[in-house]
């Protein structure tokens, strides 16, 4: 077979295998963690591999914010045994997910990972007045609940598949008023490459998803939000914010096998704003 056969060949089967960027993701099974509101990034992202084809598990904190997603997991027509508890400081509720999932589902292809939290006095403050116990509990939350989220999902990821984790460009340069989440965030990437090293030959690929500044609930703890974003618009090269559906279609692509061979790379999504000095 010739060279330029066998590229036609590839292309084919592809081609074939994904069903076009409209199914590319057909027969998928997601997981989404952090969907708080119709404003989160999260959403955004379990709207576009609902789009593409997948099927979407979802979880909610507690009992209050059930009644701010409900209506949510019943548009992304979450399989109710698939719609679950997960407070990552409560032993035993990330387990059940996962349990849950390997019930129903008996597999899965894509996680994604939008949780985190510092406490507010921590995260207002300077790093370097920051409480021990602050920072570990920033860490346990928005870090370690991704190492633990990416062991759980290893045995059921059969066929390979992708996982991902929210991150932000205040974990690569010092962004004013980012704080605490900074060192956070950039030990959230760094652990994201290392599981890509170390699940990359079970064909499972990992990914820091690192959006421009959003207004989602989480953002609003950050303090004085809105200059970051005015920052954010009036220097990107695209001139433009991000939203969630940018978010969601571009994680949507690394999820398939259109990006089959990308993995550990922090996704900018952010007009450019990273590429400015």
């Known amino acids: 077979m010739s060279q330029l056969n066998a590229t036609e060949e590839f292309f084919r089967d592809l081609a074939e295998k994904v069903k076009g960027p409209g199914g590319a993701l057909e027969g998928k099974k997601a997981l989404v963690l952090g969907i708080a509101n119709d404003q989160s990034i999260a959403y955004g992202c379990a709207l576009a591999f609902r789009a593409m084809g997948a099927s979407v598990a979802m979880t909610y904190v507690n ?40 019930k129903t589902w008996g597999q899965l292809d894509i996680g994604l990972h939008s949780i985190a939290f510092a406490p507010r006095e921590d995260l207002h403050g300077r790093v370097t007045d920051c409480s021990r116990d602050g920072f570990l509990m920033a860490m346990d939350i928005s870090c370690h609940s991704f190492i633990r989220m990416a062991k759980l ?10 996982l991902f984790t929210m991150s932000y460009y ?45 207004r989602t609930r989480a953002a609003s703890g950050i303090d004085r939000f ?52």
């Not at 993995?263 to 900018?268: Q, R």
């Open 63 to 102: 009992e209050k914010s059930k009644q701010y997603t409900q209506a949510l997991a019943d548009h992304l027509g979450v399989d109710p045994a698939l719609y679950l508890p997960c407070d990552v400081r409560v032993p035993g509720q990330l387990e059940a997910v996962f349990e849950a999932i390997e």
């Open 153 to 162: 999902a290893e045995p059921l990821m059969k066929d390979g598949g992708a």
């Open 170 to 214: 205040g974990a690569e340069k010092v962004v004013d008023r980012y704080n605490l989440m900074g060192p956070v965030k950039a030990a959230l990437e760094a652990s994201a490459r290392y599981l890509a090293a170390e699940l990359g030959p079970k064909g499972i690929r990992v990914h820091p998803i690192s959006p421009g500044p959003i």
């Open 226 to 277: 809105d200059e970051l974003m005015e920052i954010a618009a009036t220097r990107a090269p695209s001139r433009m914010l991000v939203s969630i559906e940018d978010v969601g279609m571009a994680t949507a692509f690394l999820a398939s096998d259109y990006a089959r061979l990308i993995t550990g790379e922090t996704m900018h999504i952010d007009g450019g704003y990273h590429i400015i000095g």
